[in-house]
């Protein structure tokens, strides 16, 4: 069983369109990490959330991090090509260990 | 450009061959990861070091041998591989064990023939 599950798995809409993709779990988490990964590449940190009810602004990306720190949300307003990609959540538990989810496939058509 | 980095980027190797993986990170974190990215799952911890000492090995097979001379340095040898090991190898590293985030090379691609 997954400790982390991401939804939905793939996304496919069209330049400007708005999106939301989901990272639940069970588990508390200490932190939560989104990351972002293109095709033969590392996962690129986008942003690390901590406390319950959080929220991140980074340009059009909007993260939540919720109430009791078990899930998360990423928003993307006006969706670009370049935020094609693979998005993945991991979360902090248990001191040395990072869970992560098994990602969000999101292509943005022009 | 995160600070981790990983060479090779590209590697092809026969099953009857040996050769290593190395990773190097310049953000003087004490804590390095090996994971394992295959199509369709998601990412697999296979190794954790903590100032240079083993702390986790999640029951991966002894063909994968890993070594950590300093906190700098991580290598992850290889010998005598299958084909199903084909996959993206990605090193990582933390400020410290139970750091709230960890940064990742940009992976070295591995194909087993």
């Known amino acids: 069983t997954q400790l982390l599950e991401q939804s939905p798995q793939f996304l496919s809409i069209q330049e400007g369109e708005n999106l939301t993709v989901y990272c639940n779990s069970s588990?508390?988490?200490?932190?939560l990490q989104w990351y972002r990964q293109e095709p033969g590449e590392g996962p690129v940190l986008l942003v690390t959330v901590v406390t319950g009810g959080e929220v991140k602004k980074l340009k059009r990306l909007t993260f939540q991090f919720g109430d009791a720190r078990k899930d998360s949300s990423l928003h993307i307003t006006a969706a670009q090509t370049g935020d094609t990609g693979l998005y993945l959540c991991?979360?902090?538990?248990?001191?040395?260990?990072?869970?992560f989810g098994s990602g969000t496939k999101l292509n943005v058509k022009p | 450009e995160t600070g981790v980095t990983q060479t090779p980027r590209h590697l092809v190797m026969g099953m009857t061959n040996k050769k290593s993986l190395k990773c190097e990170q310049h953000?003087?974190?004490?804590?390095m990861y090996w994971y394992k990215q295959s199509a369709k799952k998601p990412l697999e911890l296979m190794f954790v070091?903590?100032?240079?000492?083993?702390?986790e090995n999640n029951s991966v097979p002894s063909r994968f041998s890993p070594e950590c001379p300093n906190s700098s340095h991580l290598f992850l040898h290889l010998h005598t591989l299958q084909p199903e090991d084909s996959a993206l190898y990605l090193c990582a590293s933390s400020q410290a064990l139970g750091g709230n985030t960890i940064y990742f090379g940009e992976g070295s691609w591995l194909t087993v023939v």
């Open positions: 070091y903590s100032l240079e000492e083993r702390v």
């Open positions: 588990s508390v988490f200490s932190s």
């Open positions: 991991a979360g902090a538990h248990n001191f040395n260990k990072f869970y």
């Open positions: 953000l003087g974190h004490n804590a």
